[in-house]
């Protein structure tokens, strides 16, 4: 009988002499993952605004999408008819679903939780409904991506010691009602790390999930609200206390100084809506820093929106020419520079990429870091 770890596999490739910065690849029934990595959101079955050739033409090795979402539309069982995600959306590279904990505890206004699980009204109409770790499960096995998420608790920034602790704890007792749901071993389940800011908790739910014998492993709770000073010392801290053999995700990071922060802390992968939601406010991601097409100063631009990039929009727009288009509130303008932005970042993490393989990654991102945050 095959297993979970006869599917998916880690392999490290080279760990960065100096900075400990690492890169592997991850092995998944829709190919390999080369890490570290960006990756793409999708949460309904889509990214926003691009179409799967200009996904592939990016380089995007996998992709997300949002198994709260697609549950209250689509529907997973109708993904499930259509043969699973990659046939319904027609994506033949590696998929992970988050498990919507993060969506649901977000409406605080909308939901109860419990033992059981979470009771909420979708914002959209009003209907009410339920989600436990058990339905969790179902829904993401019916989904069917390469890498699910386990139904977990996210506190809220800013919470004391005892709601952090209660929803760490609820977490992990969750994650192990999740793993005796799953049924699957063409999917991976990844445990998350909670706790917080607090560090006794996050070392005691590191802890807690790494003895669990999963193909990866995710931290949630971050980019919440705090500062990127206190980030970077949480993820500095977690880190080194998961599985050294296995990918270590960092959930809902993906700026330019994120990436380059959270590799120099030996973090594998990376997911953010924000290259596609920038594009959608006519912002871009250059080597240089991030620049806003609606500049006057871009009205005669005929260069591209960042001159070492090679992607669909860089080789044949100008930047006035999509300047144009966002004045005249044309979406094609808003693809473009989707486009763009995820190839911009995708790109990067390959980049430092190369250089943990040649030892040079402290320099490279001494090189980039300022600027970036430009």
């Not at 009771?119 to 991506?145: C, L, N, T, V, Y």
């Not at 699910?148 to 192990?176: N, Q, S, V």
Request: glycine fraction near 8%; charge should be neutral; charged fraction near 25%.
């Amino acid at each position: 009988m095959s297993s979970v770890h006869d599917n998916f596999k880690y392999e490290m490739v080279h760990v960065d002499k100096k900075t400990g910065a690492r890169a592997g690849i991850f092995h998944t029934p829709h190919g390999d993952i080369k890490t570290p990595i960006f990756m793409p959101v999708g949460t309904n079955s889509t990214v926003k605004l691009v179409t799967n050739n200009n996904l592939y033409d990016t380089g995007a090795q996998i992709i997300l999408s949002n198994s709260y979402h697609l549950y209250l539309r689509a529907g997973h069982k109708l993904i499930e008819k259509f043969g699973g995600i990659h046939k319904w959306m027609n994506w033949h590279r590696p998929i992970l679903t988050d498990s919507g904990g993060f969506q649901v505890f977000s409406l605080a206004h909308l939901r109860k939780i419990s033992e059981e699980g979470v009771e909420f009204r979708d914002p959209k109409d009003g209907k009410k409904h339920f989600i436990s770790p058990e339905i969790s499960m179902e829904i993401q096995q019916a989904i069917g991506a390469d890498i699910i998420m386990a139904f977990d608790w996210c506190a809220p920034f800013g919470c004391d010691y005892k709601t952090a602790r209660e929803a760490m704890e609820k977490t992990h007792r969750w994650l192990e009602r999740c793993i005796k749901a799953k049924t699957r071993t063409d999917q991976a389940l990844f445990p998350i790390c909670q706790g917080a800011f607090y560090e006794d908790l996050r070392r005691e739910s590191a802890a807690y999930i790494s003895n669990i014998d999963a193909a990866g492993y995710a931290i949630g709770g971050l980019s919440v609200g705090e500062d990127k000073e206190t980030m970077n010392h949480f993820v500095e801290f977690i880190a080194p206390l998961l599985p050294n053999n296995k990918p270590r995700y960092l959930m809902g990071v993906g700026t330019p100084e994120d990436l380059l922060d959270g590799i120099k802390r030996g973090i594998d992968m990376f997911d953010c809506v924000l290259p596609t939601r920038n594009a959608r406010h006519g912002s871009f991601f250059t080597h240089d820093g991030k620049c806003q097409i609606k500049n006057a100063a871009y009205t005669e631009d005929s260069r591209p929106l960042d001159e070492q990039c090679d992607c669909y929009c860089c080789k044949n727009h100008s930047r006035a020419y999509l300047r144009h288009l966002y004045k005249c509130g044309e979406g094609t303008g808003q693809a473009l520079m989707s486009i763009h932005n995820i190839k911009f970042l995708i790109d990067f993490t390959q980049k430092a990429r190369e250089a943990i393989l040649e030892d040079r990654f402290d320099d490279f991102y001494s090189e980039n870091i300022q600027k970036v945050l430009a």
